[in-house]
């Protein structure tokens, strides 16, 4: 093979290469930064199947065998409460009792948990007996890449199954990420119309709390509230609690 049509081939090479590259690096500004194609990918997907479309169908997915095993320990261990919490990892890995001090407080929230997911398990939610309920949920939907419309049914569903075990619910609003976490930028729109659904609709007889004056002004997480672009340090967490309606700082009292 002669040194010209090595030289081609690894010229060739090159360009296919770099053409990929150019391409992957095409396809991220344009999930994360809204920007050509993505706005007509998504209208082509709603106007193929509507909002009610599930991308990645989470609701028949298995769900990992440590989540079912929390659900069980959930059951077994049901201790009565005045409050209990439910949602994902922006509540369940804080220890509510030490920042709620004088309420007692049963943590049902499980990590990774999707708002199409809760409705599932809500017996092992029931079963702490408490009161009220503090509901925090929709971040994981959002990031994979759920509709608003199919979250807030998904919240409704549990709401309502929550009400009518005659606990009062308070619903708090979906947070975003901070404005650094690009992967949440897309996500990030889809929680600021679900929070403007949830602000007009909570559910039956709920009680909607907007976090974002204190946590998320301009629609992104403050970053000084976290470390990781998502969860809640504990300066989050302090400013998630001085948010809380005071009745919720009494309730054991």
């Known amino acids: 093979m002669s040194f010209a049509i090595v030289r081609r081939y690894w010229a060739r090479a090159l360009v296919a290469l770099g053409l990929v590259a150019l391409g992957y690096l095409w396809g991220h500004v344009a999930v994360t930064r809204g ?3 993505y706005p007509q ?3 082509l997907k709603l106007a193929t199947f ?3 479309a599930d ?3 989470l609701q028949d997915k298995e769900r990992p065998a440590s989540y079912r ?3 069980d320990f959930f059951a077994a261990a049901a201790t ?5 919490m439910v949602g994902d990892s922006i ?3 804080v220890q509510w009792r030490d920042w709620l001090p004088g309420v007692e407080v049963s943590n049902r929230a499980i990590p990774g948990d999707y708002a199409a997911w809760l409705p599932d398990r809500l017996d092992s939610v029931i079963a702490a007996r408490a009161d009220r309920a503090i509901l925090l949920v929709g971040i994981n939907d959002a990031v994979a890449g759920r509709s608003a419309e199919m ?3 998904d919240i409704l569903t549990t709401v309502a199954r929550l009400d009518g075990a005659g606990i009062a619910v308070t619903v708090l609003s979906p947070l975003p990420c901070t404005a650094s976490a690009d992967y949440c930028l897309d996500a990030n729109r889809t929680i600021a119309a679900l929070d403007a659904m949830l602000a007009t609709n909570p559910g039956p007889n709920a009680r909607f709390v907007d976090l974002r004056p204190v946590l998320a002004p301009g629609g992104a997480l403050r970053e000084e509230f976290s470390e990781d672009g998502t969860h809640l340090n504990p300066r989050g967490v302090e400013a998630l609690v001085r948010a809380l309606p005071a009745d919720l700082h009494k309730t054991a009292n």
């Open 35 to 37: 920007v050509f194609p």
């Open 41 to 43: 990918y998504v209208d």
């Open 50 to 52: 509507g909002p009610d």
């Open 55 to 57: 991308p990645l169908a």
């Open 69 to 71: 095993e929390q659900v």
């Open 80 to 84: 009565p409460a005045d409050i209990v």
């Open 91 to 93: 509540l369940g890995r």
């Open 151 to 153: 979250i807030h049914r």
